[in-house]
């Protein structure tokens, strides 16, 4: 929860200093929301991070999916890039823990 809410945190900024593209630059603020929730999921557990990264991103991207398409029941219309977006999350997740992991890795040599 805390590695979801970090990532969301972390998306909600850079949306907001974006403004809200709706171009493939609306992938931009979840590839970075993603990146730092996959180091704090790192943080947490180094041994477990990149499993709980790829938990974390899939679980913060199916409530997106939710509560845009079912709660709100915004129709998957226009580009499908912009209304399936919040698919990014389990990759950039995985991605942050897994850069971290090396990070570490390689800091202690």
Known sequence: MIAMMAGGFVWVLVSNALGQPATVMALLPV???GLAGGVVCTLYSPRQGIAMAAVSGLLLALLFLWFRHVHLALPIEGGTLVALWPLWFPP???VGAYVYVLFLL???R
């Open 106 to 108: 390689r800091s202690r």
């Open 92 to 94: 950039a997740y995985y």
């Open 31 to 33: 590839w970075v929301g």
